[in-house]
């Protein structure tokens, strides 16, 4: 029995890479020296995975940023906008902009937290090997030959290259990234002929967009670059790797159609793929490597479930392989590290370098040489939390007009009143003392003592400036999920857990590993002490059943459904005991509402449901009186607008800066009946908008909605943000809101 995985994470044990980058972006070390950290991190990764026992080990999944800005540099898709620079600074301006030159955009990577920069593409794009014989592939290939170690190149498939791209600016109406197909292709046959001639006996090409819903041209899209690639005279064998759910049958049919060898399956995302095989007539002359350890999330694999799935592949494929099911970039790299996780958690948990011998010591169990290991303890049931959540089945709160009739009366507010989201500039100060108190330098008391000045601060300052609604300014939050994560039962955060999002930006996450509850209030002090210093309503600040999800670990034990209802709950409670703390407006924030969205459309209706359901469980123990908030910061709301709308929050913010406002309509379009804070400046960079952009704006969005439901807000927090702008612009939107209300009497 072969075993291999799909990628390892490449930022290092100790987030080497980021350091790296960091210091050579900020000056402090050269190309050669980053060069050095970077070959230092790829020989200590394959020499790792060989020693583990591998058969098979991965290379080209290293990447300074972003394996798909890799490829759009290796086949020379740079926007002319870049093209007078060269090297390292033209590929960390495509990451990150220059002075006047925009990055390219970012967006998620499937559905996941990683994060890649989007091709433009045109119909004037010309598709060529840029390096030639260093080709990024071959390059790597070789460094790790050098070293006596034969790897396979991984390289992102054709067709997802070209359906994560997009259309540039200025590419004609009815243009798609894939009418460049064959130009693409023959810049792979190029690369394949080139690895084959370095030595490389396999190539592993990543097609994941195959497992989601495919526009009509796909398929046969698949069929037209497969055919030639495999039927090239001089190649390396080809493994086509999906991931993140089951292939779609046709693509699957069209793959096994052309020469290809192997075919990469995810049986823990794509539980569905045996099915599809079995339907598709198997693969009986090919050879299908089996994802059967979980790279996307940190539970120890399932060895009697990967026993079963790989039984009844035998009778499907001509040769079965071992393998993670995806990247193990999605976890982080090493269980070692963690000393303070509690015993029962950590016992069940496996990191990447874990994983990696996970997928070896299955192989061997599987060819019964080892006995199976133990099976996995499951988490001991809050007998509580399911006592009560099973009683709490229809949540909602009571029809609109008495809630908006109750707020009225306790809240007092002007039309358009002035908020903002939640968070004030994270200061130097802050941070600060917050390691500091890590650290056991500050004690407790000294540590609150620092946050309630800020507070206070923040408090004095918006009534200075008249906003209506205050926030506390959340400086006691390290991250809007861990901070929950880290006062509810049943979560557990790491020490060194982390994990590549985009670029050097690392995160946490969080692991979800047992029934959640909540021993104790976990926000109720600090907004009590907010409220005390001013009579306008301060507004608490909560985060979201969904989020809170997105943003961590989840068990993989039971439904996310369950889970989610479970963190619910411990929002309901809180949100009672802010009521009784004299709290009168409360934000559920649900920024991760999108994210989580299924990859297929025939699973978005099962999923907005049990998230609609877990927001309502959270917010409807309210009074009638208590204004429920939420927020959201994208763009794309399509597929969510009715969603949005079911949440029923009384008033709900969203970016909206940049997408001009037109979003409201839609809203409306889909029923949403309730108060709206359409982000009137872009928080996202430091520009101070004037008065009269932001008033037009506001006269832009009441041409699509009532006066009497519309709100004043920048379009997300200002943790990110310094003080002088803020004010700044806090300012001027304030002077918006009057000139435009008073317009309106
Ligand atoms: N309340 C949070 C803040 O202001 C919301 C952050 C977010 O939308 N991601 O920072
Ligand atoms: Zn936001």
């Known amino acids: 029995m072969r075993t291999t995985i799909l990628g390892y994470p490449r930022i290092g044990a100790r987030r080497e890479l980021k350091f790296a980058v960091e210091d050579y972006w900020a000056g402090r070390i050269g190309a050669d020296a980053l060069e050095k950290t970077a070959a230092g991190l790829r020989a200590g990764m394959w020499a790792e995975l060989r020693d583990a026992g591998l058969d098979a080990v991965p290379s080209n999944t290293f990447s300074y940023y972003d394996q798909v800005l890799d490829t759009t540099v290796m086949v020379d898709a ?82 997802t290259y070209l359906l994560l791209s997009k259309a540039a600016a200025d590419a004609p109406a009815g243009f798609a990234p894939l009418d460049l197909l064959d130009g693409l292709v023959e810049v792979y046959a190029e690369l394949l002929e080139r690895l084959a001639g370095a030595g490389a006996q396999w190539v592993q090409l990543d097609e994941p967009s195959l497992v989601g819903d495919l526009p009509p041209a796909a398929v046969e899209a698949v069929e037209r670059a497969y055919h030639r690639l495999a ?50 007539g198997g693969l009986r002359d090919r050879t299908v490597v089996a994802g059967v350890v979980d790279g996307r999330n940190v539970w120890r694999a399932d060895v009697r479930r990967a026993k079963a799935a790989y039984a009844v592949l035998l009778g499907l494929a001509g040769r079965v392989e071992l393998s993670t099911s995806c990247s193990l970039l999605h976890v982080p790299v090493d269980l070692a590290a963690e000393h303070d996780l509690p015993g029962n958690v950590r016992d069940r948990l496996a990191f990447a370098r874990q994983k990696v011998a996970e997928v070896v010591a299955i192989g061997k169990a599987l060819k019964e040489e080892d006995p199976l290991p133990a099976p996995l303890s499951t988490p001991p049931a809050d007998t509580d939390v399911r006592a009560r959540l099973a009683e709490l089945t229809d949540a909602r709160r009571s029809d609109r007009e008495a809630r908006v009739r109750a707020q009225r009366a306790a809240l007092g507010l002007p039309v358009l009143p002035t908020t903002t989201i939640g968070s004030f ?22 540590y609150e003592q620092a946050m309630k000045e800020e507070i206070a601060r923040v408090i004095e300052l918006q009534e200075e400036i008249g906003i209506d609604v205050l926030v506390h300014g959340e400086a006691e939050r390290n991250d809007m999920v861990q901070y929950f994560a880290e006062r509810l039962d049943g979560y557990a955060a790491t020490g060194h857990g982390w994990v590549q999002s985009y670029g050097t930006r690392c995160v946490r996450p969080p692991i979800l590993h047992g029934d959640v ?26 985060t979201g059943p969904v989020t809170m999800l997105a943003w961590s670990f989840v068990r993989d034990d039971q439904p996310l459904a369950e889970t989610a209802r479970q963190v619910a709950l411990a929002l309901r409670d809180e949100i009672r005991d802010l009521e009784e703390a004299g709290i009168r407006v409360i934000q559920v924030d649900e920024p991760a509402l999108r994210e989580l969205l299924p990859l297929r459309a025939t699973d978005h209706a099962a999923y907005l449901e049990w998230a609609v359901g877990a927001f309502r469980l959270a917010t409807s123990g309210a009074a009638d009186g208590t204004q429920i908030h939420t927020h959201m910061c994208y763009s794309e709301f399509g597929a969510i607008l009715g969603a949005i709308a079911d949440l029923d929050a009384d008033v709900t913010s969203v970016e909206a800066a940049r997408s001009r406002m037109e979003f409201i309509a839609d809203l409306r379009d889909a029923g949403y009946v309730n108060g709206i804070g359409p982000g009137v400046y872009d928080i996202h960079s430091p520009r ?6 932001v008033e037009e704006n506001l006269r832009r969005a009441l041409q699509a909605v009532d006066p009497a439901l519309l709100w004043v807000n920048p379009d997300c927090g200002l943790k990110t943000r310094a003080y002088p702008e803020t004010e700044a612009s806090l300012r001027n939107l304030v002077e918006a809101a009057r000139r435009v209300r008073a317009a309106l009497n």
Do not use: C
């Not at 960390?92 to 091709?119: C, I, S």
């Not at 500039?425 to 000294?446: N, V, W």
């Not at 909540?518 to 909560?542: C, F, H, I, N």
């Open 688 to 693: 101070v908008p004037d008065v009269t952009e």
């Open 425 to 446: 500039p994270q200061t130097d100060a802050i941070r600060r003392a917050r390691a500091e108190h890590k650290a056991g330098r500050l004690d407790d008391a000294a």
């Open 78 to 159: 740079v926007p002319d906008r870049y093209r007078a620079l060269s090297g390292l600074d033209r590929y960390f301006a495509m990451a990150r902009g220059v002075q006047d030159v925009p990055a390219l955009e970012m967006t998620k990577w499937f559905d996941t937290n990683y994060h890649y920069l989007v091709p433009e593409l045109a119909p004037t794009t010309r598709f060529r090997l840029a390096d030639g014989a260093r080709a990024k592939p071959v390059a790597e290939y070789l460094e790790a030959k050098a070293l006596g170690i034969e790897t396979r190149p991984v390289l992102i498939g054709p067709v």
């Open 231 to 280: 039927g090239l005279p001089s190649r390396p064998r080809l493994l086509v790797a999906t991931y993140f759910g089951a292939v779609d049958a046709d693509a699957l049919k069209a793959l096994a159609s052309t020469r290809v060898e192997g075919f990469g399956l995810d049986l823990v995302a794509g539980t569905g793929n045996l099915d599809v095989l079995a339907s598709t």
């Open 517 to 542: 509850s909540r021993p104790r209030p976990m926000t109720v002090a600090w907004a009590q002490y907010a409220q005390s210093l001013t009579d306008r309503p301060v507004k608490g600040m909560l």
